[in-house]
């Protein structure tokens, strides 16, 4: 005790003490009432409180410990850590929460807010704030507040503004004002507005005013809860018209009706739907215009529709035949089924049906001739949807062609009977010209007095010029009637020249003319051709311009056009200084009975024909014929051949027996030489006939080789399968089984498909002969039999056996030969393709490559030409066709093509020369096919 104090007052410190005491505990009675006050304050919260002081210790209100499940009796013990740790517990994204713990702990003085995702889906947002007394911080209060419903609607609202903001043209218009309350994006940039200038308009300042019928349906529509769908025209902002759909239906917004307008731009669509309609309208005028009867059904067989030619002919209205079937039309019973039968087999075929038939008239009964097809309807993906039918009254079009055909018929009869006549009088002729030309060569041999010697050179003179004419008259009916065939034979060409010059020299050397020649270097001396045909077109020009030149000089002259490893075409050229032609002159030339100068006072005689013939000569080679020429200054005619390039010939296989030892039936005058190399070689001799055995057994045997005999073809097929044959002479007709039957069953034995068979036959008809070949056979040979006939088959298709002279190359039968793959080819005479190839097998493989390569597309070729109208276009590619196939020996595509020629070449009607060229087109492409496919094959080894 404080000695200081003073005595007398210790009980009034000790009072004073009391009452301080108990004031005191009288303010911390209150203070702790005001704690708990406080504290139930908190905990009636709704919002979860959390206080979290410096030294790390906690409070937090009932609600807190309610959101994160604290048990009561661990609330006084949880520290800071171990809340945080159970809060990030419960919620869907823990590390966020500690972010916002990690920015309280670095910057403790900020205020943050957030909003926390539980893992149950409860959303809630977290306000952290620094607490402070007395200015001092002393921890940090944080609440947390459930705003799940909030939250959720306003991402409710979020999504569904995004909706509308992305949606099609939409508007909103209240219905008792028809103000616009909403407009989304897509709407404001189809009307050209923005929505603050929507919003200030009506509906009937948009432009957008509807009908009042179409106002009536909206009200009763939306009155019945139904969406209005809607069809007008408006114009936007900047007044462009726009065709619009709209679907329209009513509904609340805050309390007042509102129309929800949305908006399709179908502008396109009509667009669209218009230019259909007129593409239907457009196609309906032109099928209705159509002189053919045109109907269209689906599958059940109903009628969709027709045109305007199939109704009057069915005797109804278009509507009427609409959507009836054929048993509900007024035809009879065969056609009802005929036309029922029809359309069926198209749709189970897929392919169209074409015919003609005959159809009883509705109108007066009569029958009328109908061309039609039917085909299927598909749609796009190809799926059968109905018929189609087109049908062409073609009666009148086939009476006129009947009556075009019996002309025809009657005009080449009248051709056949003048060229017969022509033929017959010209024998008749001859005979008589014979003894007036001969004896009068022969009187002038004889003493004559002067004035009997000029009369006897003028008798001779008019005996020449007439049989001239007669030639000339003869030569042209032939031409005219198709009967000139061409040679093809090796030739030289400077001996036809020297020819030519030795037959018009005198004559040019009477007159003083200078005779020329000039002959290219490029012109193979060897050529295959018509040589005799050659110098009469070359005689012609080169006589004409002697006679029509008084002075100067004449020119023949030879050049190469083109060429290739098989041909060349050819150009002759006489040149002439005479007294020339006008225009008018020429373009008469070249025609029948035709001359330059017609007048009755000319000067040169002659009967019009030779330049005619000439040109029609020069056509047959391949070629053509004109002239150039300018008056008083003499002409130029020409003409061009194609011929084949001759190979250089060795000397004949007699030189390759000259060193052969020994006598043998070779070495006799009947016998080729070239015999001695296949002597020894197999014969097999089908033949019924027992003399006809006889003679070619000796024949054969004579030249050295070995002979089997069958006596029908079904014994030659026994022996051929043991036999070793090297070729086989089959007859045609034998009883049991003829030659062209045996021919067939022979060449399905394996490994004689090459074996050479060679008909020796007495029908010598191009159709026998033909048949021959389609059968199989390689050859034929006509009998009686010629032994010449018969050396050059032998020397043809069997290999040599024996060696032969190193100078002389062993010719290579067909069987081996690069020839052979054409063999049995349908249409194709390899023999006489050989023949105009001079037997060169290498040169006729060259040609048959080049012809199915340069003549497959010739139809096609002249299609074009008759759509364009070039008839003489069309005319050289089928000359050319037929000049072709006839240096292959094609006969079936040259007799062709030389109709089609024919008919373009004397104008027939265009519907005659299509069906010729129809006939054409299998007939070559079956060729060009199986030449390109023997083409592919390799040439076989020698046996």
Request: aromatic share 4%; charged share 25%.
């Amino acid at each position: 005790m404080n000695s200081n104090m003073p005595q007398s007052c210790p009980a009034a410190e000790v009072s004073r003490l009391q009452a301080s005491l108990l004031a005191a505990q009288a303010a911390l009675a209150d203070s702790l009432a005001a704690n708990d006050l406080l504290q139930a304050t908190l905990d009636a919260s709704s919002d979860a409180i959390l206080a979290i002081r410096p030294d790390g210790s906690i409070f937090f209100n009932v609600r807190a410990a309610d959101i994160w499940g604290v048990p009561e009796e661990h609330a006084r013990s949880i520290d800071a850590q171990t809340i945080r740790e159970l809060i990030a517990s419960r919620l869907a994204d823990p590390q966020a929460y500690w972010n916002l713990i990690r920015t309280l702990e670095e910057r403790p003085g900020d205020n943050t807010r957030a909003l926390i995702e539980f893992k149950d889906g409860r959303i809630f947002e977290r306000l952290a704030r620094q607490q402070f007394s007395r200015e001092r911080p002393q921890g940090h209060v944080i609440a947390w507040r459930e705003v799940t419903r909030q939250v959720l609607h306003e991402r409710a609202m979020a999504f569904n503004g995004r909706v509308l903001d992305n949606s099609p043209p939409m508007l909103w218009i209240q219905r008792d004002t028809a103000k616009i309350t909403y407009a989304n994006p897509a709407m404001c940039q189809h009307l050209g507005y923005s929505l603050e200038e929507l919003l200030q308009l009506s509906m009937q300042q948009l432009r957008m005013a509807l009908r009042p019928e179409q106002k009536q349906l909206l009200l009763e529509e939306t009155a019945a809860g139904r969406i209005t769908r809607l069809e007008l025209t408006h114009r936007r902002k900047d007044g462009a018209v726009r065709d619009v759909e709209l679907a329209v239906f009513l509904t609340e917004q805050d309390g007042s009706a509102v129309y929800v307008v949305n908006l399709k731009d179908i502008s396109q669509e009509k667009a669209a739907r218009r230019e259909k309609e007129c593409q239907q309208q457009l196609l309906k005028a032109i099928v209705d215009s159509m002189s053919d009867g045109v109907y269209y059904k689906d599958l059940q067989g109903r009628y969709l529709g027709c045109n305007r030619a199939y109704a009057e002919h069915a005797g109804l209205r278009q509507e009427e035949v609409a959507g009836k079937t054929v048993d509900e039309m007024p035809f009879t019973p065969d056609r009802i089924a005929r036309i029922r039968q029809r359309d069926e087999h198209v749709l189970q075929t897929l392919q169209p049906d074409r015919g003609e038939y005959w159809v009883e008239s509705v109108h007066d009964g009569r029958r009328r001739l109908f061309e039609s097809v039917v085909t299927p309807l598909c749609d796009d993906q190809g799926t059968p949807i109905g018929v189609l039918s087109s049908g062409r009254d073609i009666t009148d079009r086939k009476q006129v062609e009947e009556e075009l055909r019996a002309a025809k018929e009657d005009a080449e009869e009248a051709t056949r009977a003048k060229s017969e006549f022509l033929a017959n009088m010209s024998h008749e002729i001859r005979t008589p010209m014979n003894a007036i030309i001969g004896l009068s060569h022969l009187s002038l041999k004889t003493e004559l007095t002067p004035r009997q010697r000029d009369y006897i050179e003028k008798v001779q003179a008019a005996g020449q010029h007439l049989l001239r004419v007669i030639n000339d008259i003869l030569d042209l009916s032939k031409v005219e009637a198709g009967k000139l065939d061409l040679e093809f034979v090796e030739f030289d060409v400077a001996q036809l020249l020297e020819t030519t010059c030795s037959l018009i020299g005198s004559v040019a050397q009477q007159k003083g003319l200078a005779l020329l020649v000039e002959l290219d270097p490029r012109v193979p001396r060897r050529l295959i051709g018509d040589p005799i045909r050659l110098g009469q077109v070359l005689l012609n020009l080169a006589n004409n311009a002697v006679k029509f030149t008084e002075a100067g000089e004449v020119a023949i002259c030879v050049r190469p056009l083109e060429a290739d490893e098989a041909e060349t075409v050819l150009e002759f050229r006489v040149r002439d200084s005479g007294i020339g032609l006008t225009g008018e002159q020429m373009g008469r030339l070249f025609r029948n009975f035709s001359q330059a100068d017609g007048s009755t006072t000319r000067r040169f005689g002659g009967t019009g024909l030779g330049l005619a013939i000439s040109k029609r000569l020069a056509e047959l080679m391949g070629g053509t014929a004109g002239v150039e020429s300018e008056l008083g200054r003499g002409s130029s005619f020409w003409f061009t051949a194609r011929v084949g390039l001759a190979r250089q010939r060795a000397q004949e296989l007699v030189e390759a027996d000259q060193g052969s030892s020994g006598p043998g039936p070779e070495q006799g005058d009947a016998l080729p030489p070239g015999l001695a190399a296949i002597r020894g070689a197999r014969i097999l001799l089908v033949e019924d006939n027992d003399i006809n055995q006889m003679v070619a057994q000796a024949l054969l045997e004579d030249a050295g080789l070995k002979v089997d005999i069958a006596e029908n073809g079904a014994v030659a097929l026994q022996k051929v399968r043991t036999g070793g044959y090297d070729l086989v002479f089959m007859d045609m007709q034998m009883p049991v089984m003829d030659g062209l039957t045996a021919t067939r069953e022979l060449r399905k034995i394996a490994g004689l498909d090459r074996l050479p068979i060679v008909a020796m036959t007495a029908n010598a008809m191009e159709q026998d002969l033909r048949s021959c070949l389609e059968a199989g056979m390689n050859d034929t040979v006509i009998k009686p039999i010629d032994p010449a006939a018969v050396w050059t088959a032998l020397l043809r298709w069997i290999a040599p056996l024996q060696p032969i002279a190193a100078a002389v190359p062993a010719r290579a039968g067909a069987g081996q030969g690069p020839a052979t793959p054409f063999c049995c080819i349908a249409g194709l005479d390899v023999s006489r393709g050989l023949a105009v190839s001079c037997g060169n097998e290498k040169l006729y493989r060259t040609i048959a490559a080049r012809f199915a390569h340069s003549q497959a597309n010739v139809p096609a070729q002249v299609h074009d030409a008759l759509a364009g109208g070039d008839m003489v276009a069309a005319g050289r590619l089928a000359h050319t066709l037929k000049s072709a196939a006839a240096n292959i020996g094609a006969g079936e595509v040259q007799r062709l093509a030389a109709s089609l020629e024919e008919a373009l070449r004397t104008s027939e009607p265009l519907m005659v020369v299509q069906d010729r060229l129809r006939a054409l087109e299998p007939s070559l492409a079956e060729l060009v096919g199986a030449i390109r496919q023997r083409l592919r094959q390799p040439a076989a080894e020698p046996a």
